[in-house]
Structure formats: structure tokens, C-alpha cells
């Protein structure tokens, strides 16, 4: 007795579209963990620090060098709503408080990724949990 063969396109087809369907929701799973907010994302550093952020050590630790050459605001600029400018480069960097640029801290690991890299450059080692959440204390109060 042989096995019946389908020649049917439509198993192939709902399953086609469960895959797609499989293959959104994943997307978009993924798309809300990286997704977040300023006030999430502080939220989240303040736990980690396990103490409160303080916005005035964010401002001094913004504008104060910390051993090395460049400052925070060296290419941020003393006033976060404003664009900066790349020290070595030239190349301009948009506003970097919440308030002036909607864009900014809005991806967790977009914001991971630039702290890692210019926390290497302005301390010469990645930033502690309670700093990224003083400097982004600070960030928050300032309005355009």
C-alpha cells in the first residue's frame, strides 16, 4: 500500500503563512526589547547602580575630564540641546538631551553601544551603571 501523495498547494500555504506569521511576531518581540524609553532606560541604570542618580554629578561628569584628553561635552557640547561637533573628526552630532532630539535613548542597545565607545574614549574604560545614570539624570532636565 503506498502513501498517499497531496498535491494540494494549500497545507503549503497555510503553513507558508505560519511561518510569515512566526516570523513577524519574533521581529516585533525583538523590536519591543530594544525599544525603550529615557526614563526606562534610567530606571534600568539606576537598579543596576543600586543607588539614585543625581543629575548635578551628571553634569559634572558631562563637562570634566576624567584623565584623558576629551571631555563628554569636548564633542557634545557644554549645552546638550545644541548639536556638537567630533573633536577629531568635525563631524556634526545632533542634540544629545531627550528633549531636543526625540531619537535619543530610545535603543537600549543603540545607547550601550555609543556609552561603551565614548566612555573609552573620555575615561578609558566603560562607564559604571551609577554614571550613565547621573548623566542621564542630567540629560533629562535639560529642555531646548
Given at each position: 500500500m503506498q502513501t498517499p501523495t497531496f498535491t494540494s498547494t494549500a497545507p503549503r500555504s497555510f503553513?507558508?503563512?505560519?511561518t510569515l506569521a512566526a516570523a513577524?511576531?519574533?521581529?516585533?518581540?525583538?523590536?519591543?526589547?530594544?525599544?525603550?524609553?529615557?526614563?526606562?532606560?534610567?530606571?534600568g541604570y539606576t537598579a543596576q547602580a543600586g543607588v539614585a542618580a543625581v543629575a548635578a554629578r551628571g553634569q559634572q561628569f558631562f563637562t570634566t575630564t576624567h584623565g584623558k584628553e576629551?571631555?563628554?561635552?569636548?564633542?557634545?557640547?557644554?549645552?546638550?540641546?545644541?548639536?556638537?561637533?567630533?573633536?577629531?573628526?568635525?563631524?556634526?552630532?545632533?542634540?544629545?538631551?531627550p528633549a531636543a532630539n526625540a531619537e535619543r535613548f530610545t535603543d537600549a542597545a543603540k545607547t550601550e553601544k555609543w556609552f561603551r565607545r565614548n566612555c573609552n574614549d573620555v575615561v578609558g574604560r566603560e562607564c559604571t551603571a551609577a554614571e550613565k545614570a547621573d548623566v542621564l539624570s542630567w540629560l533629562l532636565t535639560q529642555k531646548p
Open positions: 503553513a507558508s503563512r505560519l513577524v511576531l519574533v521581529s516585533l518581540c525583538t523590536a519591543s526589547v530594544q525599544a525603550a524609553t529615557p526614563s526606562e532606560l534610567l530606571q576629551w571631555s563628554c561635552s569636548t564633542c557634545h557640547g557644554a549645552v546638550p540641546t545644541a548639536a556638537g561637533k567630533h573633536a577629531a573628526t568635525g563631524k556634526s552630532i545632533t542634540a544629545l538631551a
